[in-house]
């Protein structure tokens, strides 16, 4: 208990410390959303990996290898990565080009201030919420566990230094913690790695008591089977706007490409040690084990304290920098979208930083609520996945490339592509409701833009080749000041 006591007491003093000295140091909301658009490679490289190694890797993806196999790595990791990868390669220079937000930033500037309701909506309240949640719950196990708190307490405990880090610092204390937090992850997961291999008797031991279909690739269905899951999983990531904050945060267009490349091939590698570690565990832990607790029978019932507190550590960095990306990115949605964009555009930068932080409270608020109520938060974030995908996909390779989207396609898009794919399970069928859902949106969108016209609030860009207005002026202002001060 003492090691556990002093590597979480000595943990978060560190981040409350860097908390508090952003807290003196940031001050605009540019700076607390975006991080001022000026971080370096070394910063967002680590910031990536904390945030994509987060609960669902220590805790859910142990537990997937412990009932699934390894199949599991190629069914939800590879295809988050590879279409991550995608973004990074093929938008990250047009999208920090236009110098914005969020996603729905950018619908709104392309499409009109309706369009940006619908993504902004998603992002902040259908997508932010229940992954916070899922934060704060893993986060109050870990002290049932270590510390024996009660779950409800720790729910509450969890809640207030989530909270507290977070609305000190912003998205740049968040960024920084990241890049230190992300060297804890990874000698974590390592130590929890070689401690399974120990207990299950080694590798060619644990190879031959293992069955050939928890140690296969394509699993027990085959490709096709794993086929399905990246293609319903793997979309999500190409508008899953915590990697777009981290383009917009990059210092440059490069480095956004660079950072992003490294941080991603770096999470791969990771990815794939708590799946090994749950095919390992079925070696020496009870099969009628819950997969959401085999990561902490491994680490605190079998690994001395002074090294299980590391792998302990790791966690909680994992489940804090995961929990402050997600509620960042949700507030961002409420502070930029909501309030500057349609509540108060004139607003200066004592309101929009007062803004920022309420935000981030009311994110944090509704995250909580949920943690306390909603029983299967896991579904929640399933269904959460497959919505903003469908619904945000179609529309967002339309405002890259096809200066004919309109806005009143894009919002009719949005809208039944939803419908669609909330209602699909109804009809019974095999058919995953991604694709139909896609499908929809798809013949939505051409449909309709070639039988209306543009509005005139929209900026009939092709955004891959050329710049919103924002840009432009963003630009224009950024030289200004350059020619300013010197």
């Not at 109050?140 to 989530?162: A, E, H, K, Q, R």
């Not at 507190?309 to 990115?329: C, E, H, R």
């Not at 058919?431 to 939505?444: C, R």
């Not at 432009?472 to 300013?484: N, T, V």
Request: hydrophobic content about 50%; charged content about 10%.
């Amino acid at each position: 208990m003492a090691w556990y006591l002093t590597y979480t007491i000595a943990y978060f003093i560190f981040m409350f410390a860097v908390g508090i000295y952003y807290f003196t140091k940031v001050k605009t909301s540019d700076e607390y959303l975006i991080a001022g658009w000026n971080m370096g490679f070394w910063n967002i490289t680590g910031t990536i990996i904390s945030t994509n190694a987060g609960a669902a890797v220590f805790i859910g993806y142990v537990g997937m290898g412990f009932t699934m196999g390894m199949s599991g790595y190629f069914k939800f990791a590879v295809p988050s990565v590879l279409f991550s990868m995608i973004l990074v390669v093929l938008f990250s220079k047009p999208l920090r080009r236009q110098r914005l937000y969020t996603i729905a930033d950018l619908f709104s500037e392309r499409f009109g201030k309706k369009a940006g309701l619908l993504p902004s909506i998603f992002s902040a309240f259908v997508y932010s919420v229940p992954t916070t949640a899922l934060q704060i719950v893993g986060m109050s196990t870990i002290f049932n566990i270590v510390f024996d708190t009660p779950l409800n307490y720790g729910i509450t405990l969890s809640f207030f230094l989530i909270l507290g880090f977070t609305i000190l610092g912003g998205l740049v204390a968040t960024i920084v913690t990241d890049a230190v937090q992300s060297i804890i992850v990874i000698v974590g997961i390592i130590l929890l790695s070689l401690a399974a291999v120990n207990f299950g008797g080694g590798l060619d031991q644990i190879i031959e008591s293992t069955p050939a279909s928890y140690l296969s690739p394509l699993g027990p269905d085959g490709l096709s089977d794993v086929l399905i899951f990246a293609f319903t999983v793997g979309p999500f990531y190409i508008v899953w706007q915590s990697t777009w904050q981290r383009i917009f945060a990059s210092r440059t267009e490069e480095i956004a490409i660079r950072a992003g490349l490294a941080g991603f091939g770096i999470y791969l590698v990771i990815a794939i040690l708590p799946v090994i570690i749950g095919v390992i565990a079925r070696q020496f832990v009870p099969l009628d084990t819950s997969p959401d607790l085999v990561f902490s029978y491994v680490t605190v019932e079998l690994m001395h304290p002074a090294i299980g507190g590391i792998v302990v550590m790791g966690l909680l960095s994992a489940l804090m920098t995961g929990a402050d990306s997600f509620i960042l990115q949700g507030s961002s949605n409420l502070a930029q979208d909501f309030y500057h964009r349609l509540v108060n555009p004139h607003a200066n930068k004592k309101q929009k930083m007062f803004a920022a932080r309420l935000s981030v409270l009311l994110i944090s608020l509704l995250a909580v609520v949920v943690a306390y109520l909603v029983t299967d938060i896991i579904s929640m974030y399933q269904w959460a996945l497959r919505i903003t995908a469908t619904t945000l996909l179609i529309p967002f390779i339309a405002v890259m490339f096809w200066r004919r989207a309109t806005g009143t396609a894009c919002l009719l898009s949005m809208s039944l592509s939803a419908i669609t794919t909330i209602l699909w399970p109804i009809l019974g069928t095999n058919i995953d409701p991604v694709f139909p859902g896609f499908f929809v949106s798809l013949t939505t969108l051409i449909g309709v833009s070639l039988v209306t016209d543009h509005a005139e609030d929209e900026s009939v860009k092709a955004i891959y080749w050329e710049n919103l207005p924002t840009a432009i002026s963003r630009q224009r202002s950024d030289a200004k000041l350059s020619d300013e001060h010197s």
